[in-house]
């Protein structure tokens, strides 16, 4: 029997011997958010990890690195395009923030970029050609290891003027992957700005479906978009990994192929949280990361009672105490019955203490104004019934709502306006962001009214709205939640 174990334990320590290990590191929807927040994150941070890592891997991202915070956005994705170069990324591929300067706003970014922007399914209008400055796939060699990288670029960018399309992104990736195979690539990853389980954009994700169609072909699937985390999921043997959000974490994908044949054996994946007094911070992109803030951003506008968070701490509120003040500064700015906001657009809780102008930025960093429209009682049911499970993504003001979730499916639902039960027939006046109004992302009910039929206020962005609630209300406190109760 101690002869066998010991037989076990040598041809375990062979096939170790024989298997040869690549690294890629993986990061997606950064957003601008290049410096630590809470003593968690940051390029510098990022810089530190992989550097002090194993030699050589790659550096990857799933898109929306353009647009989030003051740099960002001042620069119009430029300040993020060079702090990418100087963090040292392989490649990245498009997501839908990359649009939010327009589609001329496009080809800037990626003429700075360093490294390749991946899209296999993205084409130039006019041409039907990748554009310029557009690969379909990349294959780099790791220490000996080629490892084909394939991107996928989000299809519903927040603007487009149609100068760009986009094509199904599995009829893409089946064409691309015929490429990439007569090259005999060790590894294929699919680098994509779509999630695994979109919860929030109205359509159904296609990204298990890489897995299920394209098991053994490909080996590992990237994503981003939704801000998840997800780590050692498989389908069909196929590794995905979702990194989060805002440069918190960085995941890291271990990938065994057998140092014999070359052939692909197993991927793993780990979660890195980007703690700086752990993991450290890299000297040089710190030191290049502080020339690049932006003037005028330490601007008090006034002050925050207390942490005022997105999201309620009471398990059945489906509203939190930041989007409910939000939705009513909307209304009273618009002069609506009822304003209705999006939760995703609040991108970081308020803290304590004085609230500048990087932290408003920080908090909704679009420049979407607000628009204004009569609805009848039938949408606004449709609208909320639409968006509830399996999280809620509006918050409302003049409008409360309770309903059952029973198995998955909305029961009960009873929305309340002035007190009073909605009516399918009966006229409401609704205001929302632009971005929203006009049918963008989760906004996508929107689109059954006419544009001819919606006002907007072009005077009033939701960043200024912010900054004019909080030169009047400050101290601002929480407020109490329960807009939105879901019954048990």
């Not at 993020?80 to 970014?109: C, K």
């Not at 159904?204 to 080996?219: C, D, L, N, P, T």
Request: with cysteine; glycine share 10%; proline share 5%.
């Amino acid at each position: 029997m101690k002869k066998l174990f010991l037989l076990s334990v040598f041809l375990f320590a062979a096939t170790a011997l024989l298997a040869k290990t690549t690294i890629i590191y993986h990061t997606s929807d950064t957003h601008g958010f290049y410096y630590p927040k809470k003593g968690q994150g940051g390029f510098a941070a990022l810089a530190s990890v992989v550097k002090k890592g194993p030699q050589p891997y790659l550096l990857l991202d799933s898109g929306d690195f353009s647009n989030g915070t003051a740099e960002a956005k001042n620069s119009k994705g430029l300040k993020s395009a060079a702090l990418m170069n100087a963090v040292g990324y392989h490649a990245t591929t498009i997501g839908n923030h990359e649009f939010d300067f327009g589609a001329a706003g496009v080809e800037p970014i990626l003429q700075n970029l360093k490294f390749p922007a991946l899209g296999a399914n993205f084409f130039e209008s006019k041409t039907g050609k990748y554009p310029p400055l557009v690969l379909p796939y990349r294959i780099f060699d790791v220490g000996g290891v080629n490892v084909a990288v394939i991107g996928l670029a989000n299809r519903t960018p927040t603007n487009n003027d149609k100068t760009y399309k986009f094509t199904n992104p599995l009829s893409a990736l089946k064409k691309t992957l015929k490429e990439v195979e007569k090259e005999n690539p060790a590894v294929v990853v699919v680098l994509v700005h779509d999630g695994l389980r979109d919860e929030k954009h109205g359509t159904q994700s296609y990204v298990a479906k890489i897995g299920k169609k394209f098991g053994g072909r490909v080996h590992v699937v990237l994503g981003g978009h939704v801000h998840n985390i997800v780590q050692n999921e498989y389908i069909n043997g196929v590794l995905y990994v979702e990194s989060g959000c805002y440069v918190q974490n960085v995941s890291k994908i271990t990938i065994e192929t057998d140092d014999k044949t070359g052939a692909f054996v197993s991927a793993k994946s780990e979660l890195i949280p980007l703690i700086v007094e752990q993991v450290g911070e890299d000297a040089d992109v710190a030191q290049y990361a502080q020339t690049l803030k932006e003037p005028g951003m330490d601007e008090v506008f006034g002050e925050a009672a207390a942490d005022i968070a997105r999201f309620s701490s009471v398990p059945e509120h489906k509203d939190g105490p930041l989007n409910d003040w939000i939705a009513d500064l909307g209304r009273e700015a618009a002069g609506t019955q009822i304003f209705v906001h999006n939760n995703g657009g609040t991108r970081t809780d308020m803290e304590k203490g004085p609230v500048t102008r990087r932290n408003t930025t920080d908090i909704h960093p679009f420049d979407n104004t607000i628009v204004k429209m009569t609805v009848d009682g039938k949408f606004l049911k449709y609208l909320v019934k639409k968006s509830l499970l399996p999280r809620s993504l509006f918050t409302y003001s003049g409008m409360t709502i309770t309903y059952r979730n029973k198995n998955g499916k909305v029961k009960d639902l009873k929305l309340y306006v002035d007190g009073e039960l909605v009516e399918n027939h009966k006229k409401y006046t609704l205001a929302t962001n632009s971005y929203i109004g006009y049918g963008g992302s989760e906004g996508w009910p929107f689109k059954k009214i006419k544009d001819s039929e919606k006002q907007e206020i072009s005077h009033v962005t939701i960043r200024s709205m912010l900054e004019n609630g909080l030169k009047t209300q400050s101290p601002v406190k929480p407020l109490p939640t329960g807009r939105i109760v879901e019954f048990k």
